[in-house]
């Protein structure tokens, strides 16, 4: 096999278990005899010039790097090169300078590491420029189809749990109900899987209605077994019963889902009577260590991209089904975007041991 050089880079929000990717690409291709070439901060790393690049040597990545979170890359989730926001208030499509980047940094192919928003930039670039990609998935808000699972949302969700852990015992010392809002952007997986194993009351999540009332019925509820306090997991995403969406802005305009809990915390003291606190856990759930889980199938995506560029077989992602990693076209991926199914089977688990869905009865 010749020598070939490849580029890698991490794209949109971080969380726990990309800098297991990278190393993973990194010894694969060593292994081949080839060359990682990694793009800092994402596509942004390639509108300067000279790029900003680091180049990823195995002896590098000693031991350590696996176990550290974030990305050792660095990454945005900011810039669309197509419509790029221009200091002048205007937009302009800078695609072709990326392209150009690219080709001219001697590529062969791009590993790119990301979720389905960085999928559609990269995709289009890629086709637009002739770039050889490959794509790893990562989210922890686990959205993105054909994967049972993402890098990051193991980590995440282990942490919401720890975060349950930690308020149960608080909250039973004061007869409290406790609100924890994860994030999971529009979908909730976060919530639900922390939900049902950290022994929630209640879990809100987008996907499914709920009302105050039903929220409230069911802190009553445990009340009266005699149990002392209650746990309510919220997805950020969860609306206002009367539709309205909560949403916080942040420095240059960007908004972000927000507020959710704070607004059930005043409601559910109004409609039960009970003292009630909120823990909006946010970006903690993205950083920190890797989950064991989240190392291994990053190992296995990692090895498994470097394993597609050999063989050629480009605009595909790996994938973690049946127990295997195994690859997909990166457009049946981002198509199928993977809400929470109402009718799964941990939607059902939840029910079947009690938890509340909040439902509009
Ligand atoms: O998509 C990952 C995610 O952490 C979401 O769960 C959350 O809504 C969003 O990113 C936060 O974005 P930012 O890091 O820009 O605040």
Redesign the pocket.
Known sequence: MSKKRIGILTS??D?AGLNAAIRAVVLAADNKGWETVGILHSTAGLFEDPPHIRILRADDLDGTILRRGGTLLGTT?KGYPFAYPMPDGTTKDRSQELIDAYHKLGLHALVGIG?DGSFAILRRLAQQGGINLVGIPK???NDLGMTESSIGFDTAVTVATEALDRLQPTAASHDRVMILEV???DAGH?ALATGIAGGADVILIPEIPYSIEGVAKKIKAVKDTGRNFALVVVS??VKKPTGECLQIE?SGG?K??GGIGAYLCAQITAATGSETRVTVLG?V??GGAPTYSDRLIASAFGAKAVELIAAGKFDRLAVWRNREVVDVPIEDAIKSYQAVDVNSSLVHTARTLGISFGDVS
């Open positions: 949109g929000g969380c989730n979720g989210t922890i808000d994030m999971g952007r976060i950020e995403a942040h960007e972000r889902y970006h759930q993205r």
